[in-house]
């Protein structure tokens, strides 16, 4: 495959391509591509965009893993099956929230690496730490290049230094060019700043208007300045490039403090997707990366410290895999663009004002039309009156675009502010099909207004010159309901698959219309699924105390003796639980340390403190120290044994901070100052495989076996809920995988998605509480208590693929 | 610190306006990054002289502003292509020549800003 540019679009193979990409994250949506790939080509993507996690492979040095859930020439063939390009990320830094940016743990604690050759905002380059990349591109290249409907590749990531020098992109750039990447080379400029311009073949920036969730972007919805003038940000960066924003808002990430996603889902609403993608049509954007169109889930140790388990990102598909309302917003604008060329437009003058109302017109080269951008940013509905002497009334922060002088087979659209949904056409007939609006009129040249007001399948029928348009109206709710596949529309589906298939949740008729056939109509039945929207209250559970290693006389003498530094990567564990165990007299009076994040000390068996030390101010992690008296009470044997775990939320992303800044225990002193001898071990002993009932209630493993159906052609989503769950702290495994994190304190997640991929006929989930509470006093009493732990699994959405 | 690169940031002050005024110092600022918050005045620093949120002044379209009115609660917006004129008073600070010029705000997004430059009078 050929990939070429010039200043309008991409060129494949000869043919000029509006690139309608959306991020996706194979690593947090294991062995889900095809579903998700599938679904986004029914929305009208034509392109995915990949970051590859170098650390999700590199486990340790010198170890590179694409087997599994990790093999993404499986994902790179699923893309290509589902008929989608791929734009190729592979970092080395990639960001995404991933657990330090995506650099292996390994590589951060090597002391020559400087990651991303920076410190701060310091350019300081390390040739050691482009070594590592060479070996990693060494590795990822050649699946990525084995895979011709890769079109784009991007260095790096979001990348800056206070003095710009070239030398590390213009190495990366090489590397890539040398292992054989022959499409065009991108960065994104996480600045809109024309960064890197000049060292690579595309300009590309990020745009996010909206990352604040405290902000209400409708009020203040000056954050669209940028993106309302990033045509002349792109012309002065790379005059001969295309527009291309690599990564576009449609949704944004929650953090472990932040509001939970349904209040930014809310927040965002369809008309955000609506505006930006709108917006950076009219500003001659050719390729957009819709950052994201799938969301996640930050298994296992994914996540960097900052956000929790899901990473739902209020995308236009959920982390569950079910299509969102902005889903269909998106799917609109893609229909549209295959309906007509936008490859190739210029901006047109257009003198006209109105208080809070965006105009934008663009002269279409392709289709020798105009089309008229216009978006309402006032709270109410608007009228605006133009100069053609139409009036256009438009909804609170809503944006249209309008045809204008749109020559089509059988008729002439002088103006419409009636939306195109989607058009099929062959060489004598065509149908256009619209949505439905009261408020709206279409302006004919020679056959006068229709108005908008029509309900679903009106339609009408224009001939000339022994040529054909047909238009078909869809109410909104139906366009939701409605697929474009290359040459028919599919209708009351919940969705489709790029081979025809419907998916439906319940029974209902299809209708279909081409070209040839006109209507038909069939009716579908769909199995019972049952009635699953309530989940199942889980009452019988096994209850093991599963802390070993915090009971007295525990034989950790096979555990790995560790010098003064303490924290994890300079032991070299990078598990999320790193336990420490020592041996302390009955002198101390004081024992002061400071660990990341969550952390519990016992003497002797008994806890002493638990601690939640996460803190950010600022946007600034805040190491928290603390103090912890000690007496004879506690310390009560001459040689007392102290265990500590700590348990690490992940390492900082790296965009802003330091990837390496200290995990685990990071400080430990004593008062009077004595030497303290550790000796540590990585995860929780249900994950070593070691576990053994312990006598400590400390951390308890609830285990909860359920059967799931798996049937052909069905889809489904199950989660598990942990609402009204009674503790404070759990990490949950589904058959052995670690699944999730739940922190009570900020009641941001309390459902969690038991990922298709980890689920069999017969599951085991195993719930591990960390409980604090010091009043338990037997062990008796806290499984008791736990008996009464609330526990449920429930389905999200089941739908029939009738094929 | 948020990477925010220094170059960029500079671009936000207008080189030439620093001036002289009656027991202070006045220099303009232009947003020509993106759109934006200002959600806390810092410090100014000319020179050696510190001026605190409360010596300073933020004149925008018009409205003047007190840098100790600014706050996380009670945010400005700064959008981009606007311009703004900062004025500090109470202490003299601004010599003949080559004066330092240290402005260090708040931003809800990107934590602490600081814009340190240059500029001759």
């Given at each position: 495959m050929e990939v070429t540019f010039d200043r309008y679009s991409l060129i494949i193979d000869g043919k000029r391509v509006f690139i309608k990409s959306g991020a996706f994250h194979y690593f947090r949506t294991p062995g889900m591509a095809k579903d998700r790939f599938e679904k986004m080509k029914a929305g009208g993507y034509n392109t995915v965009d990949i970051y590859f996690n170098w650390n999700f492979h590199s486990p340790k040095e010198g170890v590179y893993d694409f087997s599994g859930v990790r093999d993404v020439r499986k994902v790179l063939q699923e893309a290509k099956d589902a008929g989608l390009f791929v734009i190729a990320r592979p970092g080395p830094f990639i960001n995404g929230e991933v657990n330090a940016g995506g650099l292996p743990f390994w590589l951060l604690r090597k002391e020559d690496v400087i990651p991303r050759n920076r410190i701060g905002t310091e350019y300081k380059y390390s040739a050691t730490y482009m070594k590592y990349i060479a070996e990693w591109y060494d590795h990822i290249i050649p699946i990525i290049r084995d895979f011709d409907n890769v079109i784009l590749f991007q260095i790096e990531n979001e990348y800056a230094t206070d003095t710009m020098e070239e030398d590390y992109m213009k190495e990366l750039y090489k590397m890539a060019r040398d292992r054989g990447i022959t499409c065009p080379i991108f960065h994104n400029d996480a600045y809109f700043a024309g960064l890197w311009a000049d060292v690579v073949d595309i300009y590309a920036l990020d745009l996010y208007p909206y990352i604040n969730p405290n902000q209400n972007w409708k009020q203040d919805n000056f954050c669209f300045d940028t993106l309302d003038n990033v045509e002349e940000i792109f012309r002065g960066a790379k005059e001969?490039?295309?527009?291309?924003?690599?990564?576009?808002?449609?949704?944004?990430?929650?953090?472990?403090?932040?509001?939970?996603?349904?209040?930014?889902?809310?927040?965002?609403?369809?008309?955000?997707?609506?505006?930006?993608?709108?917006?950076?049509?009219?500003?001659?954007?050719?390729?957009?990366?819709?950052?994201?169109?799938?969301?996640?889930?930050?298994?296992?140790?994914?996540?960097?410290?900052?956000?929790?388990?899901?990473?739902?990102?209020?995308?236009?598909?959920?982390?569950?895999?079910?299509?969102?309302?902005?889903?269909?917003?998106?799917?609109?604008?893609?229909?549209?663009?295959?309906?007509?060329?936008?490859?190739?437009?210029?901006?047109?003058?257009?003198?006209?004002?109105?208080?809070?109302?965006?105009?934008?017109?663009?002269?279409?080269?392709?289709?020798?039309?105009?089309?008229?951008?216009?978006?309402n940013m006032n709270p109410e509905i608007t009228d605006i009156n133009l100069p053609n002497g139409k009036s256009v009334k438009l909804k609170p922060y809503d944006m249209k675009i309008c045809p204008v002088d749109l020559k089509l087979k059988g008729c002439e659209i002088e103006f419409s502010d009636v939306e195109i949904f989607a058009r099929l056409q062959q060489e004598n007939e065509e149908a256009i099909f619209f949505i439905a609006d009261k408020n709206a009129n279409i302006y004919l040249k020679d056959e006068g207004i229709i108005s908008g007001d029509k309900k679903d399948f009106d339609n009408l029928t224009f001939e000339k010159e022994g040529k054909i348009t047909r238009f078909v109206f869809l109410t909104k709710n139906l366009a939701d309901k409605s697929w474009f596949l290359k040459d028919r529309l599919i209708f009351n589906a919940d969705y489709v698959l790029p081979n025809g298939a419907a998916a439906l949740e319940k029974s209902g008729e299809i209708a279909y219309y081409d070209l040839k056939h006109k209507f038909a109509k069939k009716y579908c039945v769909v199995n019972e699924f049952g009635d699953y929207d309530k989940p199942e209250v889980i009452e019988n559970f096994d209850i093991e105390f599963c802390a070993p290693e915090i009971d007295l006389h525990y034989d950790y003498s096979d555990w790995q003796k560790i010098g003064a530094k303490t924290d994890s990567l300079s032991c070299g564990l990078y598990d999320e639980f790193v336990w420490y165990k020592a041996q302390i007299p009955d002198t101390p009076k004081e024992i002061t340390l400071s660990a990341r994040h969550l952390f519990a000390v016992y003497i002797n068996g008994k806890e002493v403190l638990n601690r939640n030390s996460y803190k950010i101010e600022k946007l600034q992690e805040v190491p928290e120290t603390i103090s912890i008296p000690l007496d004879k009470t506690i310390l009560n044997q001459d040689i007392n044994e102290l265990t500590i775990l700590v348990q690490n939320l992940g390492f900082d992303k790296g965009f802003s901070g330091d990837t390496n800044c200290p995990r685990g225990l990071v400080t430990f002193e004593t008062t009077p100052e004595i030497p303290i001898e550790f000796y540590v071990k990585e995860k929780l002993s249900i994950e070593r495989g070691d576990l053994t009932e312990s006598d400590n209630p400390y951390l308890t493993k609830i285990t909860v076996k359920f059967n799931v159906e798996m049937k052909d052609n069905v889809f489904f989503a199950k989660y598990l809920s942990l609402e009204n769950f009674r503790f404070r702290r759990a990490t949950i495994f589904l058959n052995g995988v670690k699944i999730g994190r739940y922190i009570k304190r900020t009641h941001v997640q309390e459902k969690f998605y038991l990922i298709n991929e980890f689920l069999r006929p017969e599951n085991t989930l195993e719930i591990v509480i960390w409980e604090k509470d010091r009043n338990i006093k037997s062990s008796w009493g806290f499984k008791s208590d736990i008996k009464n732990v609330i526990i449920q699994i429930g389905t999200q959405k089941m739908y029939q693929l009738m094929r | 610190m948020v990477v925010v690169p220094e170059f960029l940031i500079r671009r936000v002050y207008k080189k030439g306006s620093l001036k002289r005024i009656e027991n202070g110092a006045s220099l303009e600022l232009k947003n020509v990054l993106g759109p934006g918050f200002i959600s806390g005045f810092n410090f100014v620093k000319i020179n050696d002289v510190i001026y605190e949120p409360k010596d300073v002044k933020f004149i925008m379209g018009g409205e003047q502003l007190l840098g100790e009115s600014v706050s996380e609660a009670s945010p400005i917006a700064f959008r981009l292509g606007q311009e703004g004129t900062l004025i500090m008073t109470g202490k003299d600070s601004v010599v003949d020549g080559l004066n330092k010029i240290v402005i260090e705000v708040m931003n809800p997004e990107a934590g602490k800003v600081s814009l340190s430059v240059e500029d001759t009078v």
């Open positions: 001969n490039s295309p527009p291309f924003i690599a990564e576009m808002q449609s949704g944004w990430f929650d953090k472990w403090d932040g509001s939970g996603y349904k209040h930014i889902r809310d927040a965002l609403g369809d008309e955000h997707i609506n505006i930006m993608t709108k917006t950076a049509l009219s500003q001659g954007v050719t390729l957009f990366n819709h950052y994201m169109a799938v969301g996640g889930t930050s298994w296992d140790d994914l996540a960097c410290d900052e956000v929790y388990t899901s990473y739902e990102f209020t995308a236009p598909i959920d982390e569950f895999g079910i299509i969102q309302s902005n889903f269909h917003k998106a799917k609109e604008i893609n229909y549209f663009l295959d309906s007509f060329d936008f490859t190739c437009t210029e901006p047109k003058a257009f003198d006209f004002s109105q208080t809070n109302i965006y105009s934008k017109m663009r002269h279409d080269l392709t289709n020798d039309c105009d089309w008229l951008f216009l978006r | -």
